[in-house]
């Protein structure tokens, strides 16, 4: 089955520098690739996803690269902000099976 | 906001007792799946339903059983609590056709303690 491995498990960066997080997938069907946000007894949220089909996705601050050679694939945050600070996920899925989640990021962005 | 909805909020229970964890999905999704985040963890998939039926299942025993009803609401049930079956629970509904799946959205979740 797949086995999505994230790094690094904490990441400390200065309010308005770069946060780059990666993530490794075993399965090279997987086809479906989201980013969660987690914040403190709340339930993950979706801040950005890409296909396949693509190798880049922006959305205003917040990027994903993903590299189906390598199996791998990377969340961007540039112009980070204190509100930022929260734990990332990173998932895989091959088409409608369940999504196999790495173990997470804690983002710490220091004002 | 996602559209999910989960209670309870949070819940206690002793060891070897029964508990009922209930989601509403968003509107117009027919699949709802469940997952444990365990502290410090990602989720970890439980099973999923799709249109009444559960048509996958991770590595948890038969203890874990869900249902879900016309509607697209669903419950996890769990027997025979253990200790470490102390928790965050999150059910994630989504829409499903064939190969075609949407983009899954998750509920604030159920945190469940053990004693």
């Known amino acids: 089955g797949e086995n999505v491995e994230q790094h690094p498990s904490t990441l400390s960066v200065q309010e308005g520098d770069s946060a780059v997080i990666k993530c490794t997938y075993s399965?090279?069907?997987?086809?479906?690739f989201p980013w969660y946000k987690q914040e403190l007894g709340k339930g993950p949220q979706l801040i950005i996803d890409i296909r396949s089909n693509v190798g880049e996705k922006k959305d205003q601050r917040i990027a994903v690269t993903l590299n189906k050679t390598a199996k791998h694939f990377s969340l961007h945050i540039t112009e980070t902000q204190p509100e930022d600070s929260a734990v990332y996920f990173c998932?895989?899925?091959?088409?409608?099976?369940?999504?196999?989640f790495g173990k997470g990021t804690r983002l710490s962005v220091i004002a | 906001e996602t559209g999910v909805t989960q209670s309870p909020t949070h819940l206690i229970k002793t060891r070897g007792q029964q508990v009922t964890l209930r989601c509403s999905s968003q509107s117009g999704h027919n699949t709802v799946s469940w997952y444990q985040q365990a502290l410090g963890q990602g989720p970890q998939f439980i099973f999923q339903?799709?249109?009444?039926?559960?048509?996958g299942r991770g590595n948890f025993p038969p203890r874990f059983s869900g249902l879900q009803f016309p509607n697209y609401s669903s419950e996890l049930n769990v027997n025979a609590l253990e200790l470490d079956d102390s928790a965050l629970y999150l059910c994630a509904s989504v829409y499903s056709e064939g190969l075609v799946t949407d983009t899954q959205y998750f509920g604030p979740g159920t945190r469940l303690t053990v004693l």
């Open positions: 339903y799709y249109r009444e039926e559960e048509n």
């Open positions: 998932a895989a899925r091959e088409g409608n099976t369940p999504l196999v």
């Open positions: 399965d090279s069907a997987s086809n479906y």
